[in-house]
């Protein structure tokens, strides 16, 4: 079982910035993908944007340009760098992880593990 917690959202105005944090035990292991997630009211969530062990990553195109995903090995933590926010961004934001797997998909299905979820509310 991989621990997984997520922290930094917030309120922000269009145009601004926040980064979202994940803790987890998952870089423990030698082989491992990890992701965010995002589910906006009334919608279905979807893929953010994933990485794996040996440095693949994706994005949606939806943040592609804007938001940042990597990681800070030394305190165990999955980052989300997030830029020029839209309100279109307002969802809640999980981080998710799988111990085995290689590549970086945005399908949900592959990720065995997930966390709480942390709310980003984008104001216009």
């Known amino acids: 079982q991989v621990q997984l917690a997520e922290s930094g959202g917030g309120l922000v105005q269009a145009g601004g910035s926040l980064k979202l944090s994940c803790a987890t035990s998952?870089?423990?292991?030698?082989?491992?993908?990890m992701a965010w997630f995002r589910q906006a009211p009334g919608k279905k969530r979807e893929g953010v944007a994933a990485?794996?062990?040996?440095?693949?990553?994706a994005s949606a195109d939806s943040v592609k340009g804007r938001f940042t995903i990597s990681t800070d090995n030394v305190k165990n933590v999955l980052l989300l760098h997030m830029s020029s926010l839209k309100p279109e961004d307002t969802a809640t934001y999980y981080c998710?992880?799988?111990?085995?797997?290689?590549?970086?998909?945005?399908?949900?299905?592959?990720?065995?593990?997930w966390g709480q979820g942390t709310q980003v509310t984008v104001s216009s």
């Open positions: 998952a870089f423990t292991s030698s082989m491992y993908r």
């Open positions: 990485l794996d062990s040996v440095g693949r990553t």
């Open positions: 998710a992880a799988d111990l085995g797997g290689l590549g970086a998909p945005l399908v949900q299905s592959l990720y065995t593990n």
